[in-house]
T-cell receptor, first 117, second 112 residues
Framework: GAGVSQSPRYKVTKRGQDVALRCDPI?????LYWYRQALGQGPEFLTY????????KSGLPNDRFSAERPEGSISTLTIQRTEQRDSAMYRC???????????????FGDGTRLSIL | GENVEQHPSTLSVQEGDSAVIKCTYS??????FPWYKQELGKRPQLIID???NVGEKKDQRIAVTLNKTAKHFSLHITETQPEDSAVYFC???????????WGAGTKLIIKP
């Protein structure tokens, strides 16, 4: 696609429910990143993939959070048993090259605004 | 671990004047230095980046300068315009896994 696409744009759910957030990266981009961004702050790293392999998940807050990218393209971030503190903007980014990924420009999606009631 | 500091946290300048934002990092092995701009309610977007083999890079009204010895790099915006109002983030990578380490952001306000 032309840019990184995330869905849904907004998600409101009750505490305790599971949610799945989707990211469709730029076509051909090897690296895919998930971030969480609080209002007025910089993106907080959660995890990243090169192709289908999860390279680093050190930023995932706890074991309720998981991510996958089974075919090396679309990725899903899943939060189980949601809590109010999970409310945030979740952003996905992709970059072209696989080597490290941190030295390539990252292209961000518009994010999913998650609200837990 | 990697430590990144941005200064100032808020910068207010008169339209037409210049703005400078500084980013200090701790990982001496960093070799890529990007600046992202985030307008209110929008996604972060890369506006300029520099690699460690050069000291300065310019793109029209924006420039980035790098001082590897002192471990800082700066964003320079000249002839500021209202559309430059945004939050600017530096995000040098952590060398161990190239994960970007984001600064806290600088809110730039352009006064008419």
């Amino acid at each position: 696609g032309a840019g990184v696409s995330q869905s849904p744009r907004y998600k409101v759910t009750k505490r305790g429910q599971d949610v799945a957030l989707r990211c469709d990266p730029i076509s051909g981009h090897v690296s895919l990143y998930w971030y969480r961004q609080a209002l007025g702050q910089g993106p907080e790293f959660l995890t990243y993939f090169n192709y289908e392999a999860q390279q680093d998940k050190s930023g995932l807050p706890n074991d309720r959070f998981s991510a996958e990218r089974p075919e090396g393209s679309i990725s899903t971030l899943t939060i189980q048993r949601t809590e109010q503190r999970d409310s945030a903007m979740y952003r996905c980014a992709s970059s072209l090259a696989p080597q490290g990924g941190g030295n390539q420009p990252q292209h961000f999606g518009d994010g999913t605004r998650l609200s837990i009631l | 671990g990697e430590n990144v500091e941005q200064h100032p946290s808020t910068l207010s300048v008169q339209e037409g004047d210049s703005a400078v934002i500084k980013c200090t990092y701790s990982d001496s092995a960093s070799n890529y230095f990007p600046w992202y701009k985030q307008e209110l309610g929008k996604r972060p977007q890369l506006i300029i980046d520099i690699r460690s083999n050069v000291g300065e890079k310019k793109d029209q009204r924006i420039a980035v300068t790098l001082n590897k010895t002192a471990k800082h790099f700066s964003l320079h915006i000249t002839e500021t315009q209202p559309e430059d109002s945004a939050v600017y983030f530096c995000a040098p990578p952590m060398d161990s896994n190239y994960q970007l380490i984001w600064g806290a952001g600088t809110k730039l306000i352009i006064k008419p």
